[in-house]
């Protein structure tokens, strides 16, 4: 799929081929684990994504449009065939675009298999409803698709993001334009091959390649858009519901968050202490749903401290394809903004607790970033409010249940939390009281599985992806009044 000693030049795609390979000039694509050039990417603006938009347009009221959604489903569920067999290549290109492990990589591809799948067996059971009406009369409520949906995904999750938020969209019906990251979006544009293969018809799936300030905001601006999923930082997100709100086009957010991992004294530790450091490790902490919060009772603060500690320090990063516990940061500029945010929290007062180490054979000129463990942080300083999307673990103590539920919910985000304790009227207590979309109790995914719907409360969103739910996000209802007499 890659060439390993040259540069490849990937093009747009749009109307169900290949267009403007990047053989020059472009937006270059570095290999996080080295820091070097590896692939070029063609610059779109507002032609490319006029030229995306026609395209959907005329699939969405012509062969696209015609099939039925018991074909949509088996041309989705091909789909996630040709994914899954190609896995093997599609994780080692997931790996060197994003700098994630192998096994995150092979994970992230194995779960895009599965939206197309879970969306393609789908598509056929989304029905709408009657309504009583008056005597004589039959009322529809009929689910419709939107039409052309815009798509704006991000870097962090590249495979995955496009899995669920075209998945849904297809599924339902809808014609889509994509604008993925400029920093890692090679697995999708691989995607659109295949789907091609699987019989997905020109049009239907378009991707412009390009810089936010360009072809993203070319595309949420577009008036041929009928919808647009969202998924990035806090400040894009408004901007681009902002610029969709002008042509009054109704936005799915999903903007991260700083998810809770609340432990009582009673909880089972050897249970949760691993995967409360794999959740913040994950991803090299590049996940919206990364648990980068630990709330520890007191009564057993510093015994957690110090096996949180224990754990922090045998962890290795380096090179994704060395397939340790923690990659590179995504990029020079993200590595940057990770350093810049602890540093602060240093100087404010917070302290290390523990930090990893770095594997000796780590290519020279990766973006590394090995995981920390900090402390003493002010609850109103920006370690315990703001996203660092690094592998960044800031832990704080309570003193009871109501004071964990204050902790937990004071950010401005409610994405996701995880809560342990062996107290079942505590579990469901917690979980009503903590404002996220996602509450795990005694165990933690960050971000859920294929089937669990997904997005934020206040400012980490609204609108929900994945499940069934995130396919209905994709439609709307056209209500039909029959009188028949
Ligand atoms: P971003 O929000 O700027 O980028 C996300 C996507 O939006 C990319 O495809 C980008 O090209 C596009 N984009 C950027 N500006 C745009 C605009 N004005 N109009 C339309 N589209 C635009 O995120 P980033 O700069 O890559 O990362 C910055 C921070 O965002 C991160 O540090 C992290 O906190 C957060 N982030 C969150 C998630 C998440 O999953 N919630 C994912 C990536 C980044």
Redesign the pocket.
């Known amino acids: 799929m890659l060439d390993q000693t040259s540069i490849t030049a990937f093009g747009h795609f749009i109307g169900g081929r290949v267009v403007d390979r990047a053989e020059s000039g472009g937006i270059d694509v570095l290999d996080p684990s080295t820091g070097k050039i590896f692939a070029r990417l063609p610059r779109g603006g507002q032609a490319e994504v006029d030229k995306a938009v026609s395209a959907a347009r005329a699939a969405f009221e012509g062969g696209w449009g015609e099939k039925t959604a018991l074909e949509r489903g088996r041309i989705l569920m091909r789909l996630g065939t040709r994914v899954t067999e190609n896995a093997g290549k599609l994780a080692e290109l997931e790996c060197r675009d994003t700098g994630k492990p192998m096994k995150q990589a092979r994970a992230d591809i194995a779960a895009a298999a599965r939206y197309f799948e879970y969306y393609g067996s789908a598509a056929d059971k989304l029905h709408g409803e009657t309504i009583p009406y008056t005597k004589g009369m039959t009322v529809m409520a009929l689910r419709v698709p939107h039409g052309v949906t815009g798509h704006?995904?991000?870097?962090?999750?590249p495979a995955q993001?496009f899995g669920r938020s075209v998945g849904g969209a297809l599924a339902a019906g809808n014609a889509c334009v994509v604008?993925?990251?400029?920093?890692a979006?090679l697995t999708p544009l691989m995607f659109s091959e295949l789907a091609v293969e699987a019989g997905l018809p020109a049009g239907a799936l378009n991707i412009v390649c390009?810089?936010?300030?360009e072809?993203?905001?070319?595309?949420?601006?577009h008036t041929g858009i009928n919808h647009i999923s969202?998924?990035?930082?806090?400040?894009?997100?408004t901007?681009?519901a902002r610029?969709a709100a002008e042509n009054h086009v109704p936005v799915t957010l999903?903007?991260?968050?700083k998810s809770p991992q609340v432990i009582f004294a009673d909880a089972d530790l050897d249970e949760a202490l691993p995967v409360i450091v794999n959740a913040i490790v994950q991803n090299a902490g590049?996940?919206?749903?990364a648990g980068s919060r630990v709330l520890i009772e007191r009564a057993i603060y510093d015994d957690v401290l110090a096996r949180l500690a224990e754990r922090f320090s045998k962890l290795k990063t380096g090179a994704g394809a060395d397939d340790l516990d923690c990659g590179p940061i995504?990029?020079a500029?993200?590595l940057q903004?990770?350093t810049q945010l602890v540093e602060a929290a240093l100087a404010d007062g917070a302290r290390v607790v523990a930090k990893a180490a770095m594997d000796a054979d780590a290519p020279e000129g990766g973006f590394y970033y090995p995981p920390l463990l900090l402390d003493g942080a002010a609850p109103e300083s920006r370690l315990a409010r703001?996203?660092?999307?690094g592998p960044v673990l800031a832990a704080f103590p309570f003193n009871d249940e109501k004071d964990a539920i204050r902790l937990a919910n004071a950010t401005p985000y409610g994405?996701t939390a995880s809560v342990w304790t062996r107290d079942g009227g505590r579990q469901m207590r917690c979980a009503n009281a903590v404002d996220a979309g996602q509450v795990f109790i005694n165990n933690y995914g960050a971000g859920g599985g294929i089937e669990l719907p997904f997005g934020g409360m206040k400012r980490?969103?609204y609108g929900r992806e994945k499940a069934f739910e995130g396919m209905i996000s994709f439609t709307t209802i056209k209500t039909v009044v029959l009188k028949h007499g």
């Open positions: 704006i995904i991000p870097w962090n999750y993001i604008k993925p990251a400029e920093d979006c390009g810089l936010g300030s072809a993203g905001v070319a595309l949420a601006a969202f998924t990035g930082s806090p400040q894009t997100g901007a681009v610029a999903e903007l991260g968050g590049q996940t919206c749903a995504v990029s500029r993200q903004r990770v703001d996203e660092v999307f994405l980490s969103g």
